[in-house]
């Protein structure tokens, strides 16, 4: 079965340092995903992208966040300064089509460490 | 308005007994309620959705019973397994938005 793959598994970063989280979300799915959960809280939504622009995004997605598309396989969410409180799994995720009603396919995530 | 309350925090079920999770929401315009199930160290898989026209859908030994007037849905395990013990989200999204709004989740043990 075809899965979204996320890379690394754990990222360790100095405060203040840029990060970039990677994504290869399913192969047709045309929408995308970024969601991070904070130990012992709530999975909270960050950003959705189609057709090569952000669609939606929460408030927690401030300037510091960006998304791209690089290629025809990678998605990316890139935390330019991060601070101790960006410390989260990261989820990635993609659904075939931009209804309400499609499942979202998730990754196992990336643990972000900021020290 | 956007949240959606899950209960219990925390549950403890012993093997071959049904395992119910309870949610509530308040935003009318969600139309799509999916359950995740998630083990310690992978991410969240898609257990099983409704959609607001129907009152209970079931797959295999998991249903989602759904009362759209009182505005909650709920999981039932039945015959509950040790495998089953994991964490279990609800979640809702609406046509205006495709972002899922999620539950606190409820921590599952099944007893052997």
């Known amino acids: 079965e075809p899965e979204v793959t996320q890379t690394p598994s754990h990222q360790v970063t100095q405060m203040g340092q840029e990060v970039i989280l990677r994504c290869v979300p399913i192969?047709?799915?045309?929408?995308f995903y970024w969601y991070r959960q904070i130990l012992g809280q709530k999975v909270e939504f960050l950003v959705s992208?189609?057709?090569?622009?952000?669609?939606?995004k929460s408030e927690i997605f401030d300037d510091q966040f960006s998304v791209e598309r690089p290629d025809g396989s990678n998605f990316t969410l890139k935390i330019r300064s991060t601070k101790l409180e960006d410390s989260a799994m990261y989820f990635c995720a993609s659904s075939p089509e931009s209804f309400s009603n499609q499942p979202q396919h998730f990754g196992d995530g990336t643990r972000l460490s900021i020290l | 308005q956007q949240q959606v309350k899950q209960s219990p925090q925390s549950l403890i079920v012993q093997k071959g007994g049904i395992s119910i999770i309870n949610c509530a929401y308040e935003?009318?315009?969600?139309?799509?309620f999916p359950w995740y199930q998630q083990f310690p160290g992978k991410g969240p898989a898609l257990l099983i959705a409704?959609?607001?026209d129907v009152s209970e859908k079931k797959e295999g030994r998991f249903t989602i019973s759904f009362n759209k007037s009182a505005k909650q849905f709920s999981l039932h395990i039945m015959d509950s397994q040790p495998g089953d013990s994991a964490t279990y989200f609800c979640a809702a999204s609406g046509s205006s938005n495709y972002q899922l709004i999620w539950g606190a989740g409820t921590k599952l043990i099944i007893k052997p």
């Open positions: 992208f189609y057709n090569n622009e952000i669609s939606e």
């Open positions: 935003n009318t315009a969600f139309d799509y």
């Open positions: 409704i959609r607001p």
């Open positions: 192969s047709n799915h045309l929408y």
